[in-house]
C-alpha cells in the first residue's frame, strides 16, 4: 500500500486536544474556568467560530460545561468507566464523581487466568494481583469493577492486596511506587453474562446478558500495567458524541 501524506488536525481539533490534554494532565483542575472564545481566538490566530468549535468539541466529550459565566471543566456528565477515572484522578486528585462511592470488594494475590495472563503479558498461572470494587451513586451500582496487575507491583505497593481503599487509585499508586506511567489504553466493550459471583453484587441474576468494558494499559516501553473489567450496572450505558466535520 502507498505511503499517504499526514496533514495536521484542523484548528479547532488542535485546540480541542490542548486543553483535553490539560484537563488530563491536572493542569485544569475540575471548576477551573477556560479562557474565553475571544482569548482563544486572538492566541490561536483563529475565526471565533473555529475557537467555539473546539470548545464545542469538548463539550461533547463531556470534559467541559459552558455557560453565560464561561466555560468550566467539568467530567461529571462523562459515564464512569475504568478509562475515565483515571483522567478524573489525574485532573483533580480522585476518582470519583460528586455523589459516588466505592465498596472494596477483595485485594489479594491468585494465579493469572488464561484472558489475564494474555493481556498483562504473563504465563498462564503466573501471581498477579487481582483488586475488584463496587462503585455506586444514589441510583445504584454505576459499576463492578476488577484490575489485574502484575504480582511484581505488590512488592512495590503491598496495599495492592489488602481490601481496602488505597490512598490514591491504582494508576497513581503504581506510578508513585514504581515509576510507570500509564500513557497509552484500548477500549473493548462487549455483552457478556454476568457471572454467578458477581451477580449479587451487580443485583442481577447470574447469566444476566450486561455491558462490560475492557480496557488495557501500557506505560512509556509500550509494556501492559493493568488490565481492567467493569460490568456497567442495570440501567446504565455507555454513549458518545463527536463532531465529524
Request: aromatic share 6%.
Amino acid at each position: 500500500m502507498a505511503p499517504r501524506v499526514r496533514r495536521e488536525p484542523p484548528p479547532f481539533v488542535q485546540i480541542a486536544d490542548h486543553f483535553r490534554q490539560q484537563i488530563i494532565d491536572g493542569e485544569l483542575a475540575p471548576e477551573a474556568k477556560l479562557p474565553s472564545i475571544a482569548a482563544i481566538s486572538e492566541e490561536w490566530g483563529v475565526a471565533t467560530a473555529t475557537a467555539a468549535k473546539g470548545i464545542k468539541q469538548l463539550q461533547a466529550e463531556g470534559y467541559v460545561r459552558s455557560s453565560t459565566q464561561g466555560t468550566f471543566v467539568d467530567l461529571g456528565a462523562k459515564q464512569t468507566t475504568g478509562a475515565d477515572r483515571l483522567l478524573i484522578s489525574r485532573a483533580g486528585g480522585t476518582g470519583f464523581r460528586p455523589g459516588e462511592r466505592v465498596e472494596i470488594v477483595g485485594a489479594e494475590m491468585v494465579p493469572a487466568p488464561a484472558d489475564v495472563a494474555q493481556a498483562l503479558g504473563l504465563e498462564e498461572g503466573s501471581d498477579v494481583v487481582r483488586r475488584q470494587r463496587r462503585y455506586l451513586d444514589d441510583a445504584g451500582v454505576v459499576a463492578l469493577s476488577t484490575s489485574w496487575l502484575p504480582g511484581e507491583f505488590a512488592d512495590a505497593a503491598p496495599e495492592l492486596v489488602v481490601a481496602a481503599p488505597l490512598p490514591t487509585m491504582t494508576f497513581g499508586l503504581v506510578e508513585e511506587r514504581t515509576g510507570r506511567r500509564a500513557v497509552r489504553r484500548s477500549d473493548v466493550v462487549s455483552l457478556r453474562p454476568v457471572p454467578p459471583e458477581d451477580a449479587e453484587l451487580l443485583g442481577v441474576e447470574a447469566g444476566t446478558p450486561a455491558l462490560v468494558m475492557a480496557n488495557r494499559y501500557w506505560d512509556e516501553d509500550g509494556v501492559t500495567t493493568e488490565y481492567a473489567t467493569d460490568f456497567l450496572g442495570p440501567g446504565r450505558q455507555l454513549s458518545g458524541e463527536f463532531d465529524l466535520s
